[in-house]
Every structure is written in structure tokens, then in C-alpha cells.
């Protein structure tokens, strides 16, 4: 090779691509030019940063809004909550991915997305929380004061098992003006 000729590598900027580029000058003044992306480029990690809803029932069917990061940078997407799949995953946008939650075991699980590039990490953003249905019937074990003026008015503590999801507290055929559990 003469002096003119031989291989020159630069790192080349484009917006906001990296890559090399790879010049080649043979000694008849031809000039390849060569551009390679580097294997990272192409490779931006999923992240979920948020889960809306981010609780449901055990037999799923919860329509879920996933946010997050690079949720468009790569295809064959899944969305898995724990170790289920979700369904009718639709990518909304690079940072929106909607999905109906699977049937799972009550508790929390990782909502994890997963693609041709890998599946992102986990953290306390991504938790979705099954609920266990209600099976047994309220039981009251303890009311304090157990009595109070006919006029109402009287701020009553009810003690008992099985309250969640309760809908109304009556006293009689009276119902309370407001509660809270």
C-alpha cells in the first residue's frame, strides 16, 4: 500500500445515532465509505416506570395502562404479570403500553415487559396487586358505644372480620349517614 492508501476509522455523529464509520482511499483515489452501528445502539433498554390501575381482582380482566421508557424500541412485545400473560396488549406509544391483566394468585407481582431485546427490570413501580374475592359474610364482634340518641348523630366504632368491599352499615332498618373501613 502507498502512503495514500490503507483503512482510517472515525467515530461519526448524527443526530442522535453513534456509529463507525469506516473509511477506505485505495490508490486509485476510490473512496468507500463504510457505516456500521455499534450493537448498543439499536438496544435502549424497557423500563416500566408506572402500573394504572395498579391493583385488580385474582380473575383478572382489569384493563391496566403500563408507562414506562423504549416501549417501541423493538417488537414480539408480551406483557407478563407475574408469571401470566397478559392479553389485548396494545402499544400506545413509546411510553404507553394498554393491556388486560391474566387470571393470577392473590398478592403482588412484577408487571414486566417483555421484547425481542430482553424484559425490563423490576422494581417497586412496576407492582400490581391481585385482591383475593371477598368469600365469607361480614362479622361484627364489638360496637362501641353500643348506644346513642333516635336523634343519630352518634360516632359508632364497629369491630369484626370481613369488611372489605362492604358497601352500606345499617343499624336496624336505618343505614349509617357515612362510614369508612
Known amino acids: 500500500m502507498g502512503a495514500s492508501e490503507g483503512t482510517r476509522t472515525a467515530r461519526h455523529r448524527a ?3 453513534t456509529g463507525i464509520l469506516a473509511l477506505l482511499v485505495s490508490s486509485a483515489g476510490i473512496v468507500q465509505l463504510t457505516t456500521v452501528a455499534p450493537a448498543s445502539a439499536n ?3 424497557t423500563t ?4 394504572s390501575p395498579n391493583s385488580g381482582p385474582t380473575a383478572g380482566g ?3 395502562t403500563i408507562t414506562g421508557t423504549n416501549l417501541t424500541s423493538a417488537t414480539g412485545y408480551f406483557v ?3 408469571n401470566s400473560q397478559g392479553t389485548n396488549m396494545v402499544v400506545v406509544s413509546s411510553t404507553s403500553i394498554t393491556v388486560t391483566s391474566p387470571a393470577e394468585s392473590p398478592g403482588v407481582v412484577d408487571v414486566r415487559v417483555v421484547s425481542s431485546l430482553g424484559e425490563s ?3 417497586s413501580a412496576d407492582q400490581f396487586t391481585y385482591i383475593a374475592p371477598v368469600t365469607s359474610a361480614p362479622t361484627v364482634t364489638a360496637v362501641s358505644p353500643n348506644s346513642g340518641t333516635t336523634a343519630g348523630g352518634t360516632t359508632v366504632t364497629i369491630t369484626g372480620t370481613n369488611f372489605t368491599g362492604a358497601t352500606v352499615v345499617a343499624f336496624g332498618a336505618s343505614t349509617g349517614v357515612s362510614f369508612a373501613i
Do not use: E, M
Not at 416500566?48 to 402500573?51: I, L, R
Open 15 to 17: 443526530a442522535s445515532w
Open 43 to 45: 438496544t435502549l433498554p
Open 48 to 51: 416500566v416506570t408506572g402500573v
Open 62 to 64: 382489569t384493563n391496566v
Open 80 to 82: 407478563y404479570f407475574g
Open 121 to 123: 427490570a423490576t422494581s
